[in-house]
């Protein structure tokens, strides 16, 4: 419990309340309002929806940010109440140290302690210029990874911000999804995916003429040597690595939008 308050971080006016059961959080919950709500894996993923499944009824919990922690990835039936959830509440999945403190920043409006795995661009926009959220409204983005619980922090990110994101979850999808979704504005593509790997997808989007200024960032979870340039060499406009500080992913995708 103290690790993982320690990761979504203390102090600078920033109060934290443990609970050790669902009925704990739920006593809490009961009371004023909190800004942020982390479920851990230790309460059981049963007790987690039909607590968030209350609170989706009560308007004073629809301003809370809720970050759930999970042992596993959702599953198909789990994606489902996630995205009925999504209706009314702010949740979002994610799956390492780095997202809680970065996921919790945001919801607390605090800078984010920098992960020591770092992220690279090959652009340079500054920290301070992540776009408004007008800035990105009504904007369509293709979301690439066969990691469910990937896309759904970055859905839940890039929804909040009023931008309509698809989903792809292998190079063929995604391909099919930019000829059936002819109006995408930007794609973030995985590039450690099985089959038809990253950089393959983006070279086969290159081959489409209309395709050919289409922004991709390429997303991956390593960053070993020539790594970069072979996503550039395939097409991709811009190429960052994981874990994404949800600041400096926004940042990114801006300075696209607006190129």
Known sequence: MQAMSGLAGQGDGVLTTSASSIEEA?????????????????????ATFGLLERLSGEPRAHATAFILCPDRPPTAREQARLRRLAATLTVKVIDSPE???????????????????????TG?????EVPSTEALRGKKVLLVDDDVRNL?????????????????????????????????????????MPGMDGNETIAAIRQTPRLRELPIVAVTAKAMEGDRERS?????????TKPVEPERLLSLIGTWLQA
């Open 124 to 128: 340079q926009p500054s920290e301070e």
């Open 232 to 240: 550039l060499s395939a097409g991709a406009s811009d190429y960052i």
């Open 26 to 46: 739920t006593a809490a919950l009961d009371g004023p309002p909190y800004d942020c709500v982390v479920l851990g894996s230790g309460i059981a993923k049963a």
């Open 152 to 192: 759904f922090a970055l859905a839940s990110l890039l929804e909040d911000r009023g931008m309509e994101v698809l989903f792809g979850e292998t190079g063929k999808e995604a391909l099919a999804a930019l000829e059936r979704d002819r109006d995408v504005d930007i794609v973030l593509m995985d590039i450690m």
């Open 99 to 121: 997202q809680l403190t970065a996921e919790t920043a945001v919801a607390l409006h605090r800078q984010p302690v920098r992960p020591a795995a770092g992220w690279t661009v």
